[in-house]
């Protein structure tokens, strides 16, 4: 079916003109957003110790590690799906299977003690579940507002994603402390059912008569292989995505494994590399501040290359960093400008892509950062055992800068703006 024939899908064009901020059906997509990333952080952390409660720590790593295999082999099909049915009822249908998932394992653990296979089919389920709602995710924002307003919506969502990494650690420690692992799961599903209210309540734009007549035009391997021709072909989403992937490449490494050794290394314990990480939510939540109360910025492609690039230098700094303080100094830059390229790649991409197309869009995008990018964390482990910590973070650097280089050398997306 049609996104276009869907009786969700209406005309709001006097709230088009809106301000993102002050529209009521963007905070109800907003909240749900929230709610639903709160239930998943609560969800790793209620799956994480009932792993490590039930199995030994090989098997509570691999646990843990269930979901990105089906994730990453099954996330350019999702992006067809969401294309074909709707973002918005791919959404809700995703969060309910998500929700009724957590909460039949937070019943089973309740009742009983099964070991760890229902913990590693719900691991699977998830990822599963995950490779359809992540692009369906990314290509609701578009639906929902004006594109004029993609940057703020951009900066709005990074600041709920700050929020439930802040929040909802917490919240699945206070579970687990308060009923085990069965009650951190019953709060994680809690939260994500939440989101179903609220989506339900919220509206879509239509799409133009053209745009959905091409929006599923056969079979779902014809459609997948016309989206990666239209991304192939598109002057501007074919480099953007090449910078997006060189610029997760080089970051992810870093700032997840590598930060940890580099603490070690410098013995600033688990304490400094806290504020070190500390002053890098703090950078990324400020930029995603500053775009939800500014809204559009100007020069768009230019503002990505230069901030991908001007990172990049910033994490070849952090491994030379002489003290915690220099490093957290650091980390907040780093999270600055990874801010602020990552809010106007995601604009673009919202704003470049033809709406038939964008869950496939986003589904490469995320299969870039979700399925490649975390493979370079046993590499960058592996290698700063043999290198040490400062070749890495300089070779992680030059890949991450290289992402700007091709942002500002390919002049279609150099000159790509966002819709006023």
Same mark, same amino acid.
């Given at each position: 079916?049609?996104?276009?024939?869907?009786?969700?899908?209406?005309?709001?064009?006097?709230?088009?003109? *809106?301000?993102?901020?002050?529209?009521?059906?963007?905070?109800?997509w =907003?909240g749900?957003?929230?709610?639903?990333?709160?239930?998943?952080?609560?969800y790793?952390i209620?799956?994480?110790?009932?792993? $490590?409660q039930e +199995?030994?720590p090989?098997? %509570?790593?691999?646990?843990?590690?269930?979901?990105?295999?089906?994730?990453?082999?099954?996330?350019?099909?999702?992006?067809?799906?969401?294309d #074909?049915?709707g973002?918005?009822? $791919?959404v809700?249908?995703?969060?309910?299977? #998500?929700?009724?998932?957590?909460?039949?394992?937070?019943?089973? =653990?309740?009742?009983?003690?099964?070991?760890?296979?229902? =913990?590693?089919?719900?691991?699977?389920? !998830?990822?599963?579940?995950?490779?359809?709602?992540?692009?369906?995710?990314?290509?609701?924002?578009?639906?929902?507002?004006?594109?004029?307003?993609?940057?703020?919506?951009?900066?709005? *969502?990074?600041?709920a994603?700050? !929020?439930?990494?802040v929040?909802?650690?917490?919240?699945?420690? !206070?579970?687990? /402390?308060?009923?085990?692992?069965a009650?951190?799961?019953?709060l994680?599903?809690?939260?994500? @059912?939440?989101?179903?209210?609220?989506?339900?309540s919220?509206?879509?734009?239509?799409?133009t008569?053209?745009?959905?007549?091409? /929006?599923?035009? +056969?079979? /779902? *391997?014809?459609?997948?292989?016309?989206?990666?021709?239209?991304? #192939?072909?598109h002057?501007?989403?074919?480099?953007?995505?090449?910078?997006?992937?060189?610029?997760d490449?080089?970051f992810?490494?870093p700032?997840?494994?590598?930060?940890?050794?580099?603490?070690?290394?410098?013995?600033?314990?688990?304490s400094?590399?806290?504020?070190?990480?500390?002053g890098?939510?703090?950078?990324a939540?400020?930029?995603?501040?500053?775009?939800t109360?500014?809204?559009r910025?100007?020069?768009a492609?230019?503002?990505?290359?230069?901030?991908?690039?001007?990172?990049?230098?910033?994490?070849?700094?952090? /491994?030379?960093?002489?003290?915690?303080a220099?490093?957290?100094g650091?980390?907040?830059?780093?999270?600055?400008? @990874?801010?602020?390229?990552?809010?106007?790649?995601g604009a673009l991409l919202?704003t470049?892509?033809?709406p038939?197309?964008?869950? &496939?869009?986003?589904? $490469?995008?995320?299969l870039?950062?979700?399925?490649?990018s975390?493979?370079?964390?046993?590499?960058?482990? %592996?290698a700063i +055992?043999?290198?040490?910590?400062g070749p890495?973070f300089?070779v992680?650097?030059?890949v991450c800068?290289?992402?700007?280089?091709?942002?500002?050398?390919?002049?279609a997306? &150099?000159?790509?703006?966002?819709? *006023?």
């Amino acid at each position: 079916m049609s996104p276009a024939a869907s009786p969700a899908l209406v005309r709001t064009a006097p709230a088009e003109e *809106r301000a993102a901020h002050r529209d009521p059906n963007v905070l109800r997509w =907003l909240g749900a957003y929230t709610s639903s990333m709160v239930g998943d952080s609560v969800y790793y952390i209620a799956l994480s110790w009932a792993a $490590v409660q039930e +199995g030994t720590p090989a098997q %509570a790593g691999l646990v843990m590690t269930a979901s990105a295999v089906p994730r990453a082999l099954l996330m350019l099909g999702g992006g067809v799906i969401a294309d #074909r049915f709707g973002p918005r009822r $791919v959404v809700i249908g995703s969060d309910a299977v #998500r929700c009724a998932a957590v909460l039949a394992v937070a019943a089973l =653990l309740f009742l009983a003690s099964p070991g760890l296979w229902p =913990l590693a089919l719900l691991a699977v389920a !998830f990822g599963t579940v995950d490779a359809v709602f992540v692009p369906a995710v990314g290509a609701l924002p578009a639906r929902v507002t004006h594109p004029g307003q993609l940057a703020r919506v951009q900066g709005m *969502r990074g600041l709920a994603i700050r !929020f439930a990494s802040v929040v909802g650690a917490p919240l699945g420690g !206070f579970g687990v /402390a308060a009923g085990g692992a069965a009650a951190a799961f019953g709060l994680a599903g809690l939260l994500i @059912a939440a989101s179903l209210p609220l989506l339900l309540s919220v509206r879509t734009r239509e799409l133009t008569a053209d745009d959905g007549a091409t /929006a599923s035009g +056969g079979t /779902a *391997r014809a459609d997948l292989m016309a989206g990666l021709r239209y991304i #192939r072909r598109h002057r501007v989403l074919a480099p953007l995505m090449l910078a997006i992937t060189l610029g997760d490449l080089g970051f992810v490494g870093p700032l997840n494994v590598g930060l940890t050794l580099l603490a070690d290394e410098r013995g600033w314990g688990a304490s400094g590399m806290g504020w070190v990480l500390a002053g890098f939510g703090v950078g990324a939540g400020a930029v995603s501040l500053l775009l939800t109360v500014r809204g559009r910025l100007p020069h768009a492609g230019q503002v990505a290359g230069w901030s991908i690039l001007a990172g990049s230098l910033a994490i070849g700094a952090l /491994a030379h960093a002489p003290t915690v303080a220099v490093a957290v100094g650091t980390a907040l830059l780093v999270g600055l400008l @990874a801010g602020l390229s990552g809010a106007m790649c995601g604009a673009l991409l919202q704003t470049q892509a033809d709406p038939a197309y964008l869950g &496939r869009v986003t589904a $490469v995008s995320s299969l870039a950062s979700l399925g490649l990018s975390p493979l370079s964390m046993p590499l960058s482990a %592996a290698a700063i +055992g043999t290198w040490g910590t400062g070749p890495v973070f300089l070779v992680s650097a030059a890949v991450c800068g290289l992402g700007g280089v091709v942002a500002l050398c390919v002049p279609a997306l &150099r000159r790509a703006e966002l819709p *006023r």
